[in-house]
């Protein structure tokens, strides 16, 4: 369940569901670091590595097309928090919906929360990632990863 504490980043723009949806699924054009696996489909697994800073490994556990995507993350988290292991068990969350003539994403990562050790750099970082890039991507088919 989501909380009132949970780090929540809201954006609208002017194109589609499907251009959102599609956009969100092409990880690597909007979150910058070294990814492997599969991050576009239901029951995908990937990890996720940004130079010493950061390392997890999370799993695809709702895919529902041009209306939401959660990520569950399995392990892992920033490496430069004494717990490393912050991330471990929080989800990330797309929910994509038509608001009028616009489409809204509301990206939630659930259970990360200010009481966390990474909760500033991680909500400056997604903050940056989610609406600066991913933004971006969906607005102007070009994403700014690093």
Not at 5 to 34: C, H, L, S
Not at 97 to 123: I, N
């Amino acid at each position: 369940m989501v909380s009132n504490q949970d780090y929540v980043k809201t954006f609208a723009v002017d194109q589609t569901p499907k251009e959102a949806f599609d956009a969100i699924n092409n990880v690597r054009g909007w979150w910058g670091g070294d990814f492997k696996g599969s991050t576009d489909k239901l029951g995908g697994e990937f990890t996720y590595r940004y130079e010493d800073l950061h390392r997890s490994k999370l799993k695809i556990t709702e895919f529902i097309p041009n209306k939401k995507v959660v990520w569950l993350v399995l392990e892992g988290g920033p490496k430069f928090t004494k717990d490393q292991t912050e991330w471990k068990g929080t989800k990330i969350m797309f929910e994509i919906s038509k608001k009028g003539d616009k489409t809204e994403v509301r990206f939630t990562h659930q259970g990360l929360v200010p009481k966390l050790e990474c909760y500033d750099s991680c909500a400056d970082a997604w903050g940056s990632y989610i609406g600066g890039s991913l933004r971006s991507l969906i607005t102007t088919g070009k994403g700014h990863p690093d």
